[in-house]
C-alpha cells in the first residue's frame, strides 16, 4: 500500500527566506506526484504537478523536483512571502489506479513571518 | 471554463441523523468524480470515486455511501451518523483521455461537518 510522508510537519521562517518542503512515497509505480496548497478552511489549489519522466516542474516562484527511483520530492519555494502561509500537501497517483486515485501525505503547515 | 461546486459550506448534525452532499461539476463532461474527508489534524483520506453515472468504488468500509445519478453529479450520503463523521468533506474531478496525466485533480470548496 502507497504510504506517503511529508517532513516537516509545520515550519515557521521569517519573510524572505527560501525554503525546501519535503515529500517521500513508498511505492515508486506512480504516475505522476502532485503539490497543492489548502488554506484554513478551504479547500486544495493545485501548484504544480510532475509527470513520472519528468523531473521538476517550476511555476514562478515554486519549484519541484521528483526522484522517482529513490521515492522522493521537494518543493522549493523561493523568496517567501506572508501570503504563502498556507499548508502544502503533496500526492501520487499510482499507475494502476483504475480512476487515478490520489493518495496524500498528512501536509506541511507553512507559516511565514512578516 | 470547468467549476466545481460543493455545497452546503457547513452543517451541524445530530448523531444517528441522515446526511446528503451534493457535487457538481460544470464546463466538461464524463470526469472522474472523488469524495475525500479530513479529520482535524489527519492528511485527505480518499472515500469513494467514480468513473461512470452508477459506477461506485468505495475505498473505506464505513457507514457513508456515495451515488452518481448523473455524469456531473456525485453526492455522499448516510443513513445515522457517527460522531466520528465530523470532518472536512472535499469533492473532486479530474479528467480522462489522452493527456490525463498532465492534469492535476480539481477540488470543491468543502462541506465542514460538525456532529453533535
Known amino acids: 500500500k502507497q504510504e506517503v510522508t511529508q517532513i516537516p510537519a509545520a515550519l515557521s521562517v521569517p519573510e524572505g527566506e527560501n525554503l525546501v518542503l519535503n515529500c517521500s512515497f513508498t511505492?515508486?509505480?506512480?504516475?505522476?506526484l502532485q503539490w497543492f496548497r489548502q488554506d484554513p478552511g478551504k479547500g486544495l489549489t493545485s501548484l504544480l504537478l510532475?509527470?513520472?519522466?519528468?523531473r521538476e516542474q517550476t511555476s514562478g516562484r515554486l519549484n519541484a523536483s521528483l526522484d522517482k527511483s529513490s521515492g522522493r520530492s521537494t518543493l522549493y519555494i523561493a523568496a517567501s512571502q506572508p501570503g504563502d502561509s498556507a499548508t502544502y500537501l503533496c500526492?501520487?497517483?499510482?499507475?494502476?489506479?483504475?480512476?487515478?486515485?490520489?493518495?496524500f501525505g498528512s501536509g506541511t503547515q507553512l507559516t511565514v513571518l512578516p | 471554463s470547468q467549476t466545481i461546486h460543493q455545497w452546503p459550506a457547513t452543517l451541524v448534525q445530530p448523531v444517528g441523523s441522515p446526511l446528503s452532499l451534493e457535487c457538481t461539476v460544470e464546463g466538461t463532461s464524463n470526469p472522474n468524480l472523488y469524495w475525500y474527508r479530513q479529520a482535524a489534524g489527519r492528511g485527505l483520506q480518499l472515500l469513494f470515486y467514480?468513473?461512470?453515472?452508477?459506477?461506485i468504488s468505495s475505498e473505506v468500509p464505513q457507514n457513508l455511501s456515495a451515488s452518481r445519478p448523473q455524469d456531473r453529479q456525485f453526492i455522499l450520503s448516510s443513513k445515522k451518523l457517527l460522531l466520528s463523521d465530523s470532518g472536512f468533506y472535499l469533492c473532486?474531478?479530474?479528467?480522462?483521455?489522452?493527456?490525463?496525466?498532465?492534469?492535476?485533480?480539481?477540488f470543491g470548496d468543502g462541506t465542514r461537518l460538525s456532529i453533535l
Open positions: 500526492a501520487v497517483t499510482l499507475s494502476s489506479g483504475s480512476a487515478r486515485q490520489l493518495t
Open positions: 467514480s468513473i461512470g453515472i452508477d459506477q
Open positions: 510532475i509527470q513520472s519522466s519528468q
Open positions: 473532486a474531478w479530474s479528467p480522462k483521455g489522452q493527456g490525463w496525466g498532465n492534469q492535476p485533480q480539481h
Open positions: 511505492d515508486s509505480a506512480i504516475y505522476n
